[in-house]
C-alpha cells in the first residue's frame, strides 16, 4: 500500500509500519498538491494526524493547488481536533494526550 493511501484512508497500522522506513517521501505532493497529511487532515483521521505530527519530516504548511493547507481543510470539514492538534503542534504546544 502506498503511503499516501494509507493515511487518507485512516490505516493506522500501515501507516506506523511505512513511517519506520526512512525513504519514505511522506510529504510526497500528489497531482493537486495534498499531502499525505493533508489527506488525512481533509479526512478527520485524527490517529494518523497525529502519527504524523510525531514524525519530524512531516511539513504541515505545505499547500494544495488551490492553496490550502491541511489547516485549511481540517477548518473548512469542521474537524476541530485536528484543528486543536495542528494549531497547538505549530506553536509548539502539542500536548501528549
Not at 511522506?26 to 497525529?50: D, M
Request: hydrophobic content about 35%.
Amino acid at each position: 500500500m502506498k503511503f499516501w493511501e494509507a493515511c487518507s484512508d485512516g490505516k493506522v497500522k500501515e501507516v506506523q509500519k511505512l513511517l519506520q522506513n526512512q525513504k519514505i517521501d511522506i510529504n510526497y505532493q500528489g497531482y493537486l498538491g495534498e499531502t499525505p497529511f493533508y489527506f488525512a487532515s481533509f479526512k478527520g483521521h485524527i490517529e494518523v494526524v497525529k502519527l504524523l505530527l510525531s514524525d519530524q519530516r512531516t511539513s504541515i504548511r505545505r499547500k494544495a493547488d488551490k492553496g490550502k493547507t491541511a489547516l485549511d481543510i481540517a477548518k473548512k470539514m469542521n474537524h476541530s481536533e485536528i484543528v486543536k492538534l495542528i494549531k497547538e503542534f505549530d506553536t509548539g504546544n502539542l500536548s501528549n494526550n
